[in-house]
């Protein structure tokens, strides 16, 4: 295991971030000279405990191995990652960059650091940001809301959405930065064209393993992009798996349509979700929210957003469902009982707390003579604590477990369910267009729109459990709910989005 205590970013009062060991990251003789007068401050200060990550150009013969340079300042150098493109290919670089992010990891698990400062818009600034963010360790970005009219603003821009702190060189730029997945067995019985397989899963359910899973992700699709001729990578949401995908398309050049940017949840999935945005050339997000969140907030040019609504909820408005009867019998339910479904996932910044969440959950539904139905969690980093109480609990009367409901299965579900809790998004964004009641526990989905089907609680079990009894038995919030408007479309979306990536392709 690579990180054996998990952490959690930690604020005080004055939401100043308490701190002490500070590790700056190092990748070109430009951000070590523009940065060199600040480092020696922090080096002399007896508050703060400075250390370099040196990797990049510092480290090639080529480039002047300018390590020298850091190493005559006695800087204490807290270990030294190669990342040095093979050869000059656009692909080479992409890889180079993930095997920056593994080293970084590695080296970020050795040493308590409590801030991760960065400079720039270097692609190693970058694998530095995505490691320190999944690792919950803060991050300070330096020259941020530049304009260079280049990959450049990409990346700097994408580093941006993943930092705590921001240092910018002008008001300007100020404003400017201010302002499970799917069974493959479900995407080969639709007969779609796998271009490729990247495993990606992280070794163990540590932060560090899952920074290492996204670099080893990034090196095998960029291997997959190089061996047919892609137009435009298409991709939704706020995965890793996505943002590995959008640094490796935007390296090598293709185009990249992003769909649902420009949500807020409250979670490490806006860093990645906004991350994904900064890359993208296209943009498909759910609501006019979104939208001019992407618009005003991320600087996006408008002529490139598309308000589409939210996909998920095309496939409800043509679905077959089954009967409670027959949904039950093939779940082995109790059709006499009422049908709580959970579905609870990790919080990357508060992973310490996971096990406490979901035991707050298993002591609230333990009140109520009902089948409880939970979902797996997804793999995100705290996924196993998740795992492990749930197994501890399966004694629990009427309880049962699914690692995983295909598509169909799982829409049925929330078809026959009489309540849905925890803090999956399917809950806000597709629940609201079934009428049925949800309780959001926590702050994953903090910001996102949502309808008049939500009870919000916090991780406090006499809370759920108040909430559960309103779900099951309050009739004027039943007679609310039959009302309910979903905030995030009619369920047309995948019409829009082809006919945009039509336009875009010159097909139209």
């Given at each position: 295991m690579l990180n054996k205590t998990p952490r959690s970013i930690v604020y005080s009062e004055n939401w100043e971030l308490i701190m002490n060991t500070i590790v700056y990251i190092s990748g070109t003789r430009a951000d070590f000279g523009l940065m060199r007068s600040t480092l020696v401050k922090i080096h002399q200060s007896s508050e703060f405990d400075l250390k370099f990550i040196i990797t990049g150009m510092h480290l090639s013969v080529?480039?002047?191995?300018?390590?020298?340079?850091?190493?005559?300042?006695?800087?204490?150098?807290?270990?030294?990652?190669?990342?040095?493109?093979?050869?000059?290919?656009?692909?080479?670089?992409?890889?180079?960059?993930?095997?920056?992010?593994?080293?970084?990891?590695?080296?970020?698990?050795?040493?308590?650091?409590?801030?991760?400062?960065?400079?720039?818009?270097?692609?190693?600034?970058?694998?530095?940001?995505i490691a320190a963010s999944h690792m919950n360790i803060p991050i300070c970005h330096?020259?941020?809301?530049?304009?260079?009219?280049?990959?450049?603003?990409?990346?700097?821009?994408?580093?941006?959405?993943?930092?705590?702190?921001?240092?910018?060189?002008?008001?300007?730029?100020?404003?400017?930065?201010?302002?499970?997945?799917?069974?493959?067995?479900?995407?080969?019985?639709?007969?779609?064209?796998?271009?490729?397989?990247?495993?990606?899963?992280?070794?163990?359910?540590s932060t560090a393993a899952m920074s290492i899973s996204l670099a080893n992700c990034m090196i095998g699709i960029t291997k997959l992009l190089t061996e047919t001729n892609v137009d435009l990578v298409l991709l939704q949401g706020d995965r890793g798996e996505q943002l590995a995908a959008a640094i490796a398309a935007s390296h090598m050049n293709i185009p990249i349509c992003h769909v649902s940017g420009g949500d807020v949840t409250g979670s490490i999935d806006d860093k990645i979700r906004n991350a994904i945005s900064m890359f993208a050339d296209i943009h498909c997000p759910a609501t006019e929210f979104s939208a001019n969140r992407l618009i005003g907030s991320l600087n996006i040019k408008q002529h490139?957003?598309?308000?589409?609504?939210?996909?998920?909820?095309?496939?409800?408005?043509?679905?077959?469902?089954?009967?409670?009867?027959?949904?039950?019998?093939?779940?082995?339910?109790?059709?006499?009982?009422?049908?709580?479904l959970i579905i609870q996932h990790p919080v990357t910044s508060e992973v310490a707390d996971t096990a406490d969440h979901m035991l707050a959950i298993i002591d609230a539904i333990s009140n109520f003579t009902a089948n409880k139905l939970i979902v797996y969690p997804n793999s995100d980093a705290g996924s196993q604590e998740i795992i492990n109480v749930i197994e501890a609990h399966e004694s629990l009367e009427n309880l049962s477990s699914v690692r995983n409901l295909e598509r169909d299965e799982f829409i049925n579900v929330m078809k026959h369910c009489d309540v849905m809790i925890g803090n999956s998004s399917a809950g806000i964004v597709e629940a609201p267009s079934l009428q049925k009641p949800v309780i959001n526990i926590g702050t994953r989905q903090d910001g996102r729109l949502q309808a008049n089907n939500i009870?919000?609680?916090?991780?406090?079990?006499?809370?759920?459990?108040?909430?559960?009894?309103?779900?099951?038995?309050?009739?004027?919030?039943?007679?609310?709910?039959?009302?309910?408007?979903?905030?995030?479309?009619?369920?047309?979306?995948?019409?829009?989005?082809?006919?945009?990536?039509?336009?875009?392709m010159g097909n139209e």
């Open positions: 080529q480039h002047g191995y300018t390590i020298t340079e850091i190493e005559k300042e006695n800087f204490e150098i807290l270990g030294k990652v190669e990342s040095s493109p093979q050869d000059d290919s656009t692909a080479a670089m992409s890889i180079s960059l993930a095997n920056c992010m593994i080293g970084i990891t590695k080296l970020l698990t050795e040493t308590n650091v409590d801030l991760v400062l960065l400079q720039g818009d270097r692609g190693e600034q970058l694998a530095a940001a330096v020259s941020g809301g530049d304009v260079t009219g280049s990959i450049d603003d990409k990346i700097r821009n994408a580093i941006s959405m993943f930092a705590d702190i921001h240092c910018n060189n002008t008001r300007s730029t100020f404003v400017s930065v201010s302002n499970f997945v799917i069974p493959i067995t479900e995407i080969e019985k639709e007969n779609f064209e796998i271009l490729g397989k990247v495993e990606s899963s992280p070794q163990d359910d490139q957003v598309h308000i589409v609504g939210e996909p998920g909820l095309d496939d409800l408005i043509t679905f077959n469902f089954i009967n409670r009867a027959e949904l039950f019998e093939k779940l082995h339910l109790n059709e006499g009982l009422p049908l709580i009870i919000n609680v916090n991780y406090d079990s006499k809370q759920i459990t108040a909430a559960i009894k309103k779900a099951l038995n309050d009739e004027t919030f039943h007679k609310l709910i039959q009302n309910t408007k979903n905030p995030y479309g009619e369920g047309n979306s995948s019409e829009l989005i082809f006919s945009i990536l039509k336009r875009y």
